[in-house]
Structures are given as structure tokens and as C-alpha cells.
């Protein structure tokens, strides 16, 4: 069982969802920031959109077909779709919300589905409640399960756990991930959270303003994106435009130059000298030194000066402004123990391959 | 109190009632879910009673129902009798008259459920028919309750198409309010105010029942 879509819709005059990808089974994450297209997609293939050109094919059915005129409704596409609010019915119990969708089976059979599915997403003790009573990791619950008794051949999640805290999240990962592992579906999660990429998922496509612009396993994808929204989304907080010094091909490395003056070794990349580059660091991989660092592998050591250090949670945000400003995760321990304070001088180590190279002139030329 | 006039009133308000519910769920949802272009027509005829006045429409509908008019020849070709002056004329007239009281609660009410509800039933593999039944109705219970309330008590209480379309045949066409007239037009005040305090008291309780309906804090607590 395997998705591919071809996905051509003109949502707007100038937005164009334009995509082509294949989805095999287990989970694959469908990441952009708000506005990329994710939504829609799932929505054009649950049959809720209609698509203005493509192919649509779940398995062997094809679902959508604007060359052959196929459209298959919704409701004989047999998947099952968890929107973002949910769409529990409020007027049914759990019970009846879970047996909706079983319409056609005998009861006997039906009773079967929902007690099994019921215990094996921890909501038996719901059944007869209604949607209104229970606490939103169990609404989570009850719709996942209703999307899922009625045996799909694909399943569309649409950011269905962002509301929820972490331990809840991770838990019902875990019951979708055994569910799975029985079925064997393609399951696509759309996501704008680079951490549940990380956590949740198998393969991640990556969109932007509605094309798909990387596809593969979450850690190639977000390690080395290759578009800067998408460097920021995958939680690169620095990113800088930079001019190409000289390369070291023997060391795979070059040098380059940052605004304000500062140089940084990168990774090499086809540019030469001169060219205009973008690098990306994330905040947690950059180290700080309260004094001149000696006898380190990294390559780069940039001397600053400490702006502002904030807390968020169980870590600090330090902003050291080295020329241009660098964001620095660090914990509140280290802060403490390093005393650092507005003003400070500070060193930042940075490692060669910490740094990204996530735009080159060069190519685009 | 002329109790023939009651009666015939509040048998006149029931038939009404009913056949508006029948006519009118139909209408309320192809109007909240068509994708017509030209919707908006059907919109404004349904709607064109609350803002025409009573004895235009009542003229039209004499005109309609005079044995010269091709209605009025049909009718009386198949049921024996005239339809313009009988119970039956007022019935159809009185049909058309409180139409928009039925319809636009329960439109409005269909209109308020929301849309991804619907998207679920279908992806859950019901058909729009089971979808209307088993979603759309339940949660606009309340639109559909105010819409026959309110038809029943504003067929119970019309007086201009009644009078234009009906006349004044006791037992046949004298609704409660002609009759309030005719009391006045007697001076017999203090059998009008008798009636007259009868539909008022009728008229509060409906209206009571209505808003405590439309309120509705539990349906609402339970959407989030």
C-alpha cells in the first residue's frame, strides 16, 4: 500500500499548490510553515478539495484522475482524516462517535471494532461520555480512534497534537505507532513543529509556498536544508548572509566572511570566491567561553559581547553581538557558572560542520 | 369569547405548522447548501412575505385562487369546491405568508453547524442524506423548534391575508383575530379583550419558549 499524488491546485492568483510525492507505509511528516500548502493537500486527498489537475492513487484505487475524469468522493476513498479541531461530534457519545463510520457492518462486528480499539487507545472508561466532557488528550484519542476502527487504507492527520503537552504527545504516538505496525498504512502528518519531525517520523516532505523542496529521512532533511524559511522552521536560529573568502579544498573547507567583519570557517560548497552565501547555526550547537578558548578542535572561536540573556523554560537565550548577532541556547546552570551578564565579553565556538550552507549564489546563477 | 373563531384558528396554526415542516426543512437546507449563482432569487421570493404588505399578498393570492385563474379552475375542477373564501384557500395562502418564519431559523440554524462536522461524516463514509439526518438535524434541533413555533403562532395571529383571501365565514374562515375585529367593530370590548388578552398571554409564552431554546448553553459548552 502506497500513496502517490500529483497535486496541481490554484488556491489563490498568486499561490499555486503544485506537488508530486509518493508516500509509503508508516508515517511520513508534511512540514512548511502556516500558508505552504499543507493543509490542502491533505484536504485534496481526502476529497474534500478538488485538485485542478492530477493523480491520486491510494493502493491500487485511484482516487483522482483529471486526465481520465476520476473523482472519487470522499466518502468511497476509504481513509480516514483527523482535521485540526477534530470534528468530534458533539451530539454523540464516544461510543456513537467511534461507531459513526461502521455504519455497514453487523452489530456484533462493530461491538468487536470499538471495544478493541477502544482499550488499545485508553479510552474505554469514555465510551459513554460525550466529546464536550472529557479532557483534550482524550478528545485527541477518541478522534484518532474513530479515523482509524474503520480500518483505513491511508490516514490524514492534520497537526492533530499540537495542542497538546509533550508527555500526552509522545503517548499517543506511541499507541498510533503500534496501531500501525499491525496495518502497515501510509500515514501522513502535517506538522509546522520541527521537533515532532524529529520525534514522530519515518520520511518528512518539506514544502514551501506550495512546491516540495526536500524529501527523504527527517535528519537529511533538516540537517542540511537547502531554503532558509525552511532552515529557520527546522530550528536553525542564526542565519547569515555572508561573502566567500577562499576555499581549502584539501580540508573540504572554506572561509568566509560574516557582516560586521567577523571571518568563519564552513563547510566547502561550490562558490567561489567572492560569491554571496547564507549559513545556518542552530542556537544549541554554539558554545560560549567566558574567556579566549585554547587547544579546541572547532575551528571557530568569535569574540563578543553579551547583549541580553533571557530565559525560556529550562533554557537561557544569551544574544552575543559578534559583529552581527548571534543567538546562543545555553542552560541556566552554565549562565550561572559563567556569570555571565549584559555586556560580558565572550567568546563563541562554533564547529566547522555546525555551520550550513543553506543558499549559494553561485548555484543559482 | 367566540370559541368557534379559537378553535379554528389553532386548527388552522397546526396544519400550517406541519406542512411548513415538511416543505420547509427541505427548503432551509437546499438554501444553506446550494451552490446555485442564482440562489439569491430564491432567497428574496421566500423572504418577500416579512416585508409585503399582508393585503398585497392577499390580493395576489385572490386573483390566484378566483375560479378564473387557472389555479382556482384546477382546484375546483378536482375537489368540487371553490378554494378563494374556504378553509382550504386560507390554509395555502396562510402556507406562503409565514413560509419565511419557518425557513430562516431554520436555515440560519443549519447554516451555524460546523462545516468540518460535515467532512467527517463524509470521510467516515456517509452519504449526504445520512449526513443531514444523523449531524445537520440533531444540532439544529433548536432552529427547527423556533421555526415552527414561530410559524404557529404568526398563522394564529395574521389578519390582513386572512381577510383579503378568506373573508369572515364563521366556522369557516373567522381566525381569532377577525374575530377580535368584528368584537370591536361591535363595541363589544370585553369579549375583545378577553380574546385579545388570550393571544397575548399565548403569543409571550411562544416567544418565552423560543429564546430559552435558542439559548441553548449546554450545545454550546459542548462544541469546544
Known sequence: MTLAATIRARLSHDFTLDVRFEAPPGVTMVFGESGSGKTTILRCLAGLHRPDEGRIAIGALVAFDSGL???????????????????????????QNLQYGLARLPATERRRRIGAIAAQFRIDHLLARRPGGISGGERQRAALARALVTDPQLLLLDEPLSALDHVTRSRIIEDLRGWNAAHAIPVLYVTHSHREVFALGERVIALERGRVVAEGRPQEVLDTPAHEPLAQLAGFENVF?????????????????????????????????????????????????????????????LRGEVRSIEREGAAAIVMVDAGCRFQVHVTPAAVESLGLAGGQPVWLVVKTYSCRVVWNQSRES | MDWQAIVLSIRLAAIVCAVLLAIGLPIAYWLTFSRWRWKFLVEAVVALPLVLPPTVLGFYMLLAMGSRSPLGRLWERWTGHPLAFTFDGLVIASILYSLPFAVQPIAAAFAQVDRGLLEASSTLGSSRWRTAVRIVLPLSVHGIVAGVVLSFAHTLGEFGVVLMVGGNLPGQTRTVSIAIYDQVQAFRYGEANATALLLLAFSFGVLSIVYALTRRPRAIASRT
Request: charged fraction near 20%; charge should be positive; glycine fraction near 12%.
Open chain 1, 69 to 95: 475524469r476520476i473523482d472519487v468522493a470522499a466518502r468511497r476513498r476509504g481513509l480516514g482524516y483527523v482535521s485540526q479541531d477534530l470534528a468530534l461530534f458533539p451530539h454523540m457519545t464516544v461510543a
Open chain 1, 241 to 301: 548572509d555572508a561573502t566567500v573568502l577562499g576555499a581549502d579544498a584539501a580540508n573540504g573547507t572554506m572561509r568566509c566572511l560574516l557582516p560586521g567583519g567577523a571571518e568563519l570557517e564552513v563547510p566547502l560548497a561550490r562558490a567561489a570566491p567572492g560569491a554571496g552565501i547564507r549559513i545556518a547555526i542552530r542556537a544549541g550547537d554554539i558554545l560560549l567561553a567566558a574567556g579566549e578558548p585554547s587547544g579546541l578542535s572547532a575551528r571557530n572561536a
